[in-house]
C-alpha cells in the first residue's frame, strides 16, 4: 500500500559483525542455556561478512528489511506518518512478518513489541494485552472500524481471530490511550487489523493471489488457505478462504511455581475447528475516489477456555471447571466511500464507512464443587447460554490542510443489540449413591436483553508550528447509552437505562532535536463506559470460582496517561524509549462482597479509584551488514491501587513485571532464504495477595522461551514463487504459561514443529 524507501546499503566494517556478537551476547547472555550462549559466539562471521560483500544483482530487488521506526502507520493519528515521526508508542507488525510467523491469529504476533502480552490459549482464543490492560480496555479494529461490542466479558473482549489473519496486510499497535479519535475501550491501547485489498487503480490490470498450506505440530493443526486479489479496469476485487482443524494440545513436563508435571500433559479444550471467508469488491469513480463493500463470515466450533484435569495436577478434592464454545458464527459487511485530493472548502479527503455484524454464540459452563475430597458427594452446576448479538453503525472521517496544518474530524454511530437465552441444571448429591441427588432447574437469563448505543464527535487538529516542532490537539464527546429491555423468564422491574456523557482531550507533542533524534510526548484523558456484562450479568463467574451478582450503578472508567519518550533512527539503528504512566479513576473491578450465592462466594463489579500503571518500553534494532538485524526489547510495568497498595485488585497482577525479548535475523540479499532466532523472558510477578489459592503458589515465576524459524525460495517460475518455511517453538521444551494464564493454570504448548509451504502469484 504504501512505498518504503530501504536503508541505504553500505559494505561490512570488519568489526560490525564482532560488535553485534557482542551485544547480543551481553543482553541475553544470563538468559540463555551454556552450550546455547556458545552457539551464539561461534556464528560464522567470515560467511556472513562474504555475504553482506557479495552484491546483489539490481534485478532481484531490494529484500532487506526496514528499520522498525521506518513503517508508515495511520492508527496513532489517522494521518500517514513514519512511526519514527509519529508523537505516539505505535508499532506496525509489517506483511513479512506475518507470512513468515504463522500466527495463529493477531495476538500471536505481538509478544515481541514492548508493552505487549498475551491472554488467552488455544488456536482461536488468544487476545491481546497492552500496558497491563486487557479485554474491553483494548479496542480492536479492522481497516479502522470497530470490532469491540457491548456483550463480551470486560477482561475477554473481542476475538482477534474472527478476522482472517491470513489475509492481513499488516497490524499496528497504539500503546496506551486514544479516546479522542476511537471512544469508549481505547483506554488501554488500539490494535488495527488492516486487511489486503484490491490493486490500486491506475496501474493497471493486475491479477495477484496467494496458496498456502501449513501444518503445526502442537495440537496437529493442519491449516489450508488462499487469496485471489485483482483489477479490471475500475473494477477492483479480492476473495479469501481459509480452514483449520486444530486438536488439544499437550504441554510438557516440568516444573512451574510449585506445580510439577511428571509427564506431558493434555491441555483440554485447547483445540478447535474454524474457518474464514471473505469478498471484497471496489468500483474506482476517479484515481483518487472509491466505493468499496466487503463481506466475511467466520465460524468456531468446539473451542475452550482450556483447562489442564486436577488428576494430571496432583489435586484431589479441588472442583472441576469446564468453559466451552460449542459454536460460534459471525457475519460481517461492510461498505464505505473514500476520496483523497478533493479540494473542497471543508474537507481535502472524506472517508465515510458503515458495517453490520451477526454474532451467535453458545457457551457452556460446567462446575463440580466437591463436598469431600473424594468427590463422592457435591454440587455439580450446567449453564448454557446463547447470545445473539446484531451490530451495525458507521464513521464519517474528513481532514482538510489549512496551510501547514491538517484538521481531522467527524463522527460515529455504534448499537449492538443483544438477546441471549440461558438454562441452568443444578444438581447436589448430599450424599453417595444409592441416595438420590436433589436436581434443580432455572431458565432465568444471566443477562437480560438490551441495546447499547454509543455516538461520538471529534476533532483533531495537527500543528506544523515550526520545521522542527508539531503538536497533535483534540477532543472528542461521548454518549453511551445501555437499554435494558423486558426479558422472557427475567422477573422483576426492568433495569434503568443507564446513560453516560464524557468529554476527552489529548496532546501530542514532538521536537525535531536533530534529522536523526526526535523527542516526543503526549498527555491525554481516557475513558471506557462499562458494558452489559458489568452492569448486569447475574451468575456464575468465568473462572468457576465464585458467583457474580449484577451492579447497574457503575460510573465509567476514565484516566490521565502521560508519555515521554525518545526516537533515534540511522540508516543501520534504530532506538525508542518511553515512560508512561497511567492514572485511572473508577476503575472497573470485580470485588468479594462478603455473602455467598449457594456453594459460591458472591462477587460484584465496583469502581475502585486511584489504579496507577506506570511503565518504561525500550526498543533497538540494529543492522550491521546487509540482511543482518538484531533487535532487542525491554518492557517493565508496575500497578498500584493509591488508596492500598496490598489490594488483591492490583491492575497488572496477570501480567510480567519486566519482559526482555530479543531476535537475530538473517536474510540473504538475494531474497532466496532467511532464518531468525528469538527469544523472550518473563520476569516474575510476586503479587501474593492475587494469588492465593492458585496451584502455582504466591508467585507467578519467571521464564524463557525461544523459537527458531526459517524460509527458503525452492522455485521461482515466472510470476509464481514457491517458499518452504520450518520452524520450531518453544526450542527448549520449557513448562510455562503466560501469566494472565497462570492462576487458572493453562499452560503453553510443548515443543512443536512448524512447517508451511506457500505459493504466490
Do not use: C
Not at 256 to 276: A, M, S, W, Y
Not at 537 to 555: R, Y
Amino acid at each position: 500500500m504504501f512505498t518504503i524507501p530501504a536503508p541505504r546499503r553500505e559494505r561490512a566494517t570488519g568489526g560490525a559483525v564482532p560488535a553485534l556478537v557482542t551485544l547480543l551476547a551481553l543482553v541475553t547472555g544470563p538468559l540463555l542455556p551454556g552450550a546455547l550462549r556458545a552457539a551464539t559466539l561461534d556464528l560464522d562471521l567470515a560467511a556472513l561478512q562474504q555475504a553482506a560483500q557479495e552484491k546483489p544483482d539490481s534485478a532481484r530487488g531490494d529484500t532487506i528489511r526496514p528499520i522498525m521506526l521506518n513503517p508508515i502507520n495511520v492508527t496513532a493519528t489517522r494521518d500517514e506518518k513514519e512511526v519514527f515521526r509519529t508523537a505516539a508508542p505505535v508499532s506496525v507488525v509489517d506483511t513479512q512478518t506475518v507470512r513468515e510467523m504463522r500466527p495463529n491469529n493477531a495476538a500471536d504476533l505481538l509478544t515481541r513489541l514492548p508493552g505487549v502480552d498475551i491472554n488467552g490459549v488455544g488456536a482461536n482464543q488468544q487476545r491481546p494485552t497492552i500496558r497491563g490492560q486487557r479485554g474491553q480496555r483494548i479496542l480492536l479494529l479492522e481497516n479502522g472500524l470497530r470490532l469491540n461490542n457491548a456483550r463480551r466479558q470486560a477482561d475477554f473482549g473481542e476475538l482477534p481471530s474472527i478476522v482472517d489473519i491470513n489475509s492481513v496486510e499488516r497490524v499496528e499497535v497504539v500503546r496506551g490511550p486514544a479516546s479522542v479519535l476511537y471512544g469508549s475501550d481505547a483506554i488501554g491501547g488500539v490494535i488495527n487489523l488492516i486487511r489486503e485489498r484490491a490493486p490500486a487503480y491506475g496501474a493497471g490490470d493486475a491479477l495477484k493471489g496467494r496458496l498456502n498450506f501449513s501444518y503445526r505440530d502442537a495440537g496437529e493443526q493442519v491449516w489450508p488457505n488462499g487469496e485471489v486479489r485483482g483489477r479490471s479496469g475500475r473494477v477492483g476485487y479480492a476473495v479469501s478462504a481459509s480452514f483449520r482443524d486444530t486438536k488439544e494440545y499437550e504441554a510438557p513436563s516440568g516444573s512451574f511455581g510449585d506445580i510439577t508435571l511428571e509427564d506431558d500433559v493434555k491441555v483440554r479444550d485447547t483445540g478447535v475447528e474454524d474457518q474464514n471467508y471473505g469478498g471484497y469488491l471496489d468500483y474506482a469513480l476517479s484515481h483518487d475516489q472509491k466505493v468499496w463493500g466487503s463481506f466475511d463470515f467466520y465460524r468456531a466450533e468446539d473451542a475452550g477456555f482450556g483447562f489442564v484435569s486436577n488428576e494430571d495436577l496432583g489435586q484431589t478434592g479441588a472442583p472441576d471447571i469446564v468453559i466451552r464454545y460449542p459454536d460460534q458464527t459471525v457475519l460481517r459487511a461492510t461498505a464505505g466511500y473514500r476520496g483523497a485530493n478533493l479540494g473542497l472548502p471543508f474537507a481535502d479527503r472524506i472517508d465515510v464507512s458503515g458495517s453490520w455484524m451477526d454474532n451467535e454464540r453458545d457457551l457452556t459452563f460446567d462446575v463440580f464443587v466437591p463436598f469431600d475430597p473424594t468427590g463422592a458427594t457435591g454440587v455439580t452446576v450446567e449453564q448454557n447460554n446463547f447470545t445473539e448479538l446484531r451490530s451495525f453503525g458507521g464513521r464519517a472521517e474528513l481532514s482538510k490542510h489549512l496551510g501547514r496544518h491538517l484538521l481531522t474530524y467527524g463522527f460515529e454511530y455504534f448499537r449492538d443489540d443483544s438477546e441471549n437465552t440461558d438454562f441452568t441444571r443444578t444438581t447436589t448429591a448430599f450424599a453417595p449413591p444409592p441416595v438420590p441427588p436433589a436436581v434443580s432447574e432455572d431458565s432465568t437469563p444471566t443477562v437480560p436483553n438490551a441495546t447499547y448505543d454509543r455516538r461520538g464527535a471529534f476533532a483533531q487538529i495537527d500543528l506544523r508550528l515550526h520545521d522542527r516542532l508539531g503538536l497533535i490537539v483534540g477532543g472528542r464527546y461521548q454518549n453511551d447509552e445501555a437499554s435494558p429491555e423486558a426479558t422472557p423468564n427475567l422477573e422483576g422491574p426492568v433495569p434503568a437505562e443507564a446513560t453516560y456523557d464524557e468529554f476527552v482531550g489529548a496532546a501530542n507533542v514532538l521536537v525535531e532535536v536533530l534529522p536523526s533524534l526526535n523527542l516526543v510526548g503526549s498527555v491525554g484523558r481516557g475513558f471506557r463506559s462499562p458494558n452489559l456484562i458489568e452492569l448486569f450479568f447475574s451468575g456464575a463467574t468465568p473462572e468457576g470460582s465464585g458467583f457474580q451478582v449484577a451492579n447497574p450503578d457503575l460510573s465509567p472508567e476514565t484516566s490521565w496517561n502521560f508519555d515521554a519518550g525518545v526516537k533515534y533512527r540511522r540508516e543501520r539503528v534504530a532506538f525508542e524509549g518511553y515512560y508512561f504512566r497511567n492514572e485511572i479513576s473508577d476503575g472497573i473491578r470485580i470485588s468479594a462482597t462478603g455473602d455467598s450465592v449457594g456453594p459460591f462466594p458472591s462477587f460484584q463489579n465496583v469502581n475502585v479509584d486511584d489504579l496507577t500503571v506506570q511503565g518504561v518500553e525500550l526498543l533497538a534494532e540494529y543492522m550491521p551488514i546487509d540482511g543482518l538485524t538484531l533487535g532487542v526489547t525491554y518492557t517493565y510495568l508496575d500497578g498500584d491501587d493509591e488508596n492500598d497498595p496490598n489490594d488483591e485488585n492490583n491492575p497488572i497482577a496477570e501480567t510480567f513485571s519486566s519482559r526482555v525479548t530479543g531476535e537475530v535475523t538473517y536474510r540473504r540479499p538475494s531474497g532466496r532464504w532467511w532464518a531468525s532466532w528469538q527469544i523472550r523472558h518473563n520476569g516474575d510477578q510476586s503479587n501474593a495477595d492475587f494469588v492465593i489459592g492458585s496451584p502455582i503458589g504466591d508467585v507467578l515465576p519467571s521464564f524463557t522461551v525461544m523459537d527458531l524459524r526459517g524460509g527458503v525460495r525452492l522455485v521461482k517460475t515466472g510470476r509464481a514463487e514457491h517458499h518452504l518455511m520450518l520452524g520450531i517453538e518453544n526450542l527448549t521444551d520449557e513448562l510455562y504459561a503466560e501469566f494472565s494464564n497462570a492462576t487458572f493454570f493453562r499452560p503453553n504448548p510443548e515443543r512443536s514443529l512448524v512447517v508451511s509451504w506457500m505459493t504466490s502469484f
